[in-house]
């Protein structure tokens, strides 16, 4: 199974007294996506951060989240592609 870094969107409801039933906003974050037949079937469920053991590491796991950006956004409940805004 293949994955890597992509930027994904994320629908958050608000459910907080006053606000109507259905309110919701969205949140960008980068996730691992995992791949079959060239196809997204699962995403973290987390989002991923930079980290590294040492600075070397972590300038090239940066580069790889940076390259990711180049890449159409997903959504995380359909796995599907989205225009971005």
């Known amino acids: 199974?293949?994955?890597d870094y992509r930027v994904v969107r994320k629908?958050?409801?608000w459910v907080?007294?006053?606000?109507?039933s259905g309110a919701y906003d969205y949140s960008y974050a980068i996730h691992?996506?995992?791949y079959e037949d060239d196809k997204v079937t699962?995403?973290?469920?987390?989002?991923c951060?930079?980290?590294?053991e040492t600075l070397l590491e972590?300038?090239?796991?940066?580069?790889?989240y940076i390259s990711c950006v180049e890449q159409p956004i997903l959504d995380y409940e359909t796995?599907?592609?989205i225009d971005s805004e």
Do not use: I, R, T
């Open 49 to 52: 951060f930079v980290c590294g």
């Open 32 to 34: 691992e996506a995992y």
């Open 42 to 47: 699962a995403l973290s469920e987390n989002p």
């Open 1 to 3: 199974m293949e994955w």
């Open 16 to 20: 907080l007294p006053g606000l109507e």
């Open 11 to 13: 629908k958050q409801a």
């Open 58 to 64: 972590f300038f090239s796991d940066l580069q790889h």
């Open 79 to 81: 796995f599907k592609e």
